[in-house]
């Protein structure tokens, strides 16, 4: 019953900027910290950015630090990611994740709950 919906994903020139979306439902949504992950092909799944419940201490990948900017809005069971100045190396499939607790949570298998991710390409 546990749902996470991303939207926002699609395509973008190099520099431009997008806003992804996950909106949560079937849980207490403030009591679980939230990430993002991405995947290209024939890669791993890897952090891009995670929010604890609070909403008050966040992380970044070292790849897309200073560009992305991960928030929440406990209110609405939502999280987000804003992505500026995209590179093409950004190309990937994004997904959502959620995962009960007082931190945050860099690897992947520490979360709960997934969506079903939005593609993001990113053109040179």
């Known amino acids: 019953q546990v749902q996470l919906v991303e939207s926002g994903g699609g395509l973008v020139q190099a520099g431009g900027s997008l806003r992804l979306s996950c909106a949560a439902s079937?849980?207490?949504?403030?009591?679980?910290?939230m990430g993002w992950f991405r995947q290209a092909p024939g890669k791993e799944r890897d952090i891009v950015a995670t929010?604890?419940?609070?909403?008050?201490?966040?992380y970044y990948a070292d790849s897309v630090k200073g560009r992305f900017t991960i928030s929440r809005d406990n209110a609405k069971n939502t999280v987000y990611l804003q992505m500026n100045s995209l590179k093409p190396e950004d190309t990937a499939v994004y997904y959502c994740a959620a995962r009960r607790g007082r931190t945050y949570y860099i690897r992947a298998q520490e979360y709960d709950y997934w969506g079903q991710g939005t593609q993001v390409t990113v053109s040179s």
């Open positions: 929010i604890t419940w609070s909403g008050h201490v966040t």
């Open positions: 079937g849980l207490t949504f403030s009591n679980y910290a």
